[in-house]
């Protein structure tokens, strides 16, 4: 079992940054596949980021390449999400999600979320 608990969201101007956090408790984390997801009101969940087990690996949606950056801290248990040059579109609530498998996380159909934080970005 994996419990995962975000924080870090609130509100931002344009063009400012943030920097979310995923606390994870379970001792197999630092074997799991980590993701980021958004969801904006009325729209659909959808992916963000995700990063593999050792960091080897990160992938990112294009609407935040260049701008977002994961990455995680095994020892802590703890997987980031650097959000920079801020747009009112990413205003959203965003999702932790880990899994066993990579596909699972990219795809966001892991077994694993967490309770989601908000991030609002003023124009």
């Known amino acids: 079992q994996v419990q995962l608990v975000e924080s870090g969201g609130g509100l931002v101007q344009a063009g400012g940054s943030l920097r979310l956090s995923c606390a994870a408790s379970g001792r197999t984390f630092s074997t799991y596949a980590m993701g980021w997801f958004r969801q904006a009101p009325g729209k659909e969940r959808e992916f963000v980021a995700a990063?593999?087990?050792?960091?080897?690996?990160?992938r990112y949606a294009d609407s935040v390449k260049g701008r977002f950056t994961i990455s995680r801290d095994n020892a802590k248990k703890t997987v980031y999400l650097q959000m920079n040059s801020l747009k009112p579109e990413d205003t959203a609530v965003y999702y932790c999600t880990a899994s066993g498998t990579w596909p699972d996380v990219v795809a966001g159909t892991s077994a694993y979320w967490g309770q989601g934080t908000q991030v609002t970005v003023s124009s």
């Open positions: 990063i593999k087990w050792n960091s080897g690996s990160t």
